[in-house]
């Protein structure tokens, strides 16, 4: 008599030598007949339980009504272009962007903004790439690099909050298409209380913790298709660079130098990285800064050799640093950053141009809001515009501010131009005056000359190489007028001057200059003078339809982009020396 096989006994041992791979346990069974083991589907009582509800289904279709003649050709008729639909979402999505940055371009096809994104963003064709020219002309990897990013394009993400923000664990409020989520997932009162630091201390708020996320990709895209990083990244990778000789340190840009020693040990950090690469390739590094990463880079140098800081001593930069590579540095500041703090004005923002209109949109923040979130950033006072009036001017001829409107006697007695003008050292009291006693000491906290150009000398260290690399050619804001209105101040006119957008020349190209009190002639600024110093300037030469200025761009963030400066960092990573180029008259600039 045939024997089938029980559940977990036989059944599952034949299914498992002769069952079919789709088959689900429970449709294969065993029957034994002749010393002979066979496989079926199911049993035959299985089968049994199955007749009636087949045959019920099988009688409702058969009873059922046609379908209608237009629904059996829909099922048939597929009209689609893939194309079309693509560039259908492309054009959503642009138009969302706008709406919700209100950015500034032309009202282009999705396929002319695809085709920009893409030309700003990767290199299409590959002997454009800077990377693979200078790899043609023998140029290879010589020095371990460590990058310290500039100011917003190091993203933030979220590990603790307030119940409005539970459901954005580890996500970004800062950096990628997070950012837009959390923006139009929070209240704009959450997503600020988020993104603020505590007035008193300028640490975290109690109850929050953001950090700074991790990685080189992190510093690579601010955003898919915007890249900042990226591309110097890929041509580093063309002649031979790898994550073993690339070395990055984000950082939570809203906190000045001490802080971030103190809550992250970034300082410390930094200085492991230094040694321990050193270590592994024998050799020392190259530093590629920018914008606000050149104010830290060049605090740390001093930090890392003080007996109250790193405790490395003299001669630690001297061994650990071979190039010092300063991109769009604001080494004398920025007199923006006034100007934000006092009236909440982004104007063209403080950090990230192409973005201001994120911070100036009223469902996000308010211009009181900017101003709260400002002064909860002890960064800002590493961005002060330094050198006072010898540097920035002051009244009758050049001041940082002038008052004017219905309520500016309250600020003094008008000039001959129906305003109260402001030198930069009073703007700097007036800022505070309007930010409160709060940011007044908590910006004050840190008693060091570390960072400040004209106040704290280089290293010393005779086998330095310092290069100074900016945009030229870019309209950029040095002075305003504001006008009074009751309590409030708003800017009614911006005096503009060269530099690359956000940062004006004095302060890109000053201390790299030939000026009597830049590094090249202050032996005591420059110790020995035996630091070498060079300058490269690029002049602003946007491309027609690019949204980010394309492959000859000056403009602050975007000069990453520049794939003339790319061959220039590869160059000075290989070990090659650059000559000076200078196009703007910096180096007639006396101070």
């Avoid at 059944?11 to 030598?17: H, L």
């Amino acid at each position: 008599m045939a024997k089938r096989g029980g559940r977990g006994g036989k059944r599952g041992t034949a299914r498992a030598k002769a069952g079919p791979w789709w088959a689900p346990g429970w449709l294969v069974g065993t029957w034994a007949q002749g010393g002979h083991e066979h496989v079926q589907l199911v049993s035959n009582r299985t089968r049994r339980k199955l007749v009636l509800p087949c045959l019920v289904v099988f009688v409702a279709v058969l009873l059922a009504p046609p379908p209608p003649e237009k629904f059996m050709d829909s099922l048939f008729d597929f009209d689609f272009d893939p194309i079309e639909e693509i560039s259908k979402v492309g054009d959503t999505f642009v138009t969302q962007w706008k709406e919700l940055a209100n950015l500034e371009v032309p009202n282009f096809s999705f396929d002319a903004i695809y085709y920009s994104l893409m030309n700003d963003s990767a290199i299409l064709t590959e002997s454009k790439r800077p990377g693979l020219e200078q790899w043609e002309k023998g140029l290879r990897k010589e020095f371990p690099i460590v990058i310290v990013p500039g100011a917003t394009t190091t993203g933030l993400e979220i590990w603790r909050g307030k119940p409005c923000a539970k459901a954005y664990f580890k996500q970004r409020l800062w950096g990628t298409m997070s950012m837009f989520s959390s923006l139009a997932g929070m209240e704009s009162s959450c997503w600020l209380e988020h993104m603020s630091m505590n007035h008193t201390t300028g640490l975290d708020p109690e109850g929050i913790t953001v950090r700074p996320a991790e990685g080189l990709s992190n510093v690579e895209y601010f955003m898919p298709g915007f890249g900042i990083w990226a591309q110097i990244v890929e041509s580093l990778a063309d002649v031979g660079y790898d994550n073993s000789h690339l070395y990055v340190h984000p950082y939570d840009w809203r906190m000045d130098a001490s802080r971030l020693e103190r809550r992250d040990g970034l300082l410390t950090r930094m200085k492991h990285t230094f040694e321990s690469s050193f270590e592994v390739h024998g050799k020392p590094a190259c530093v590629l800064t920018h914008s606000y990463g050149d104010t830290l880079a060049r605090y740390f140098m001093s930090w890392v050799e003080s007996p109250a800081g790193g405790k490395g001593g003299k001669g630690w930069v001297d061994k650990y640093i071979h190039r010092y590579v300063n991109i769009g540095g604001p080494v004398l500041g920025v007199p923006k950053v006034i100007a934000a703090m006092t009236s909440g004005d982004t104007s063209e923002s403080i950090w990230l141009p192409d973005f201001k209109s994120i911070l100036s949109q009223r469902s996000i923040l308010s211009k009181n809001g900017r101003a709260h979130w400002f002064r909860s950033m002890s960064s800002g006072s590493l961005m002060l515009p330094q050198g006072g009036e010898e540097v920035w001017g002051s009244a009758p001829h050049k001041t940082l501010m002038c008052i004017g409107g219905k309520d500016a006697d309250k600020y003094g007695e008008p000039n001959a131009e129906g305003c109260v003008p402001f030198t930069t050292t009073e703007s700097i009291d007036l800022m505070y005056n309007r930010s409160g006693q709060e940011t007044r000491q908590m910006w004050g906290a840190d008693k060091t000359t570390w960072g400040q150009a004209l106040l704290e000398p280089l290293p010393r260290s005779p086998n330095l190489k310092m290069y100074c690399l900016y945009g030229v050619g870019v309209e950029t804001e040095r002075a305003y007028r504001l006008e009074a209105k009751g309590e409030d101040l708003e800017i009614s006119t911006v005096e503009w001057s060269d530099g690359d957008g956000t940062v004006p020349l004095v302060s890109l190209g000053y201390m790299c200059s030939k000026g009597k009190r830049g590094w090249r002639k202050n032996a005591r600024l420059n110790p020995g003078l035996k630091i070498a110093v060079t300058s490269r300037e690029y002049r602003h030469q946007p491309a027609a339809l690019s949204l980010r200025g394309g492959p000859r761009t000056g403009d602050h963030v975007n000069i990453l982009l520049n794939t003339e400066l790319i061959g220039d960092i590869i160059a000075i990573a290989a070990g090659r020396d650059l000559e000076d180029r200078v196009i703007s008259d910096i180096n007639a600039v006396e101070l």
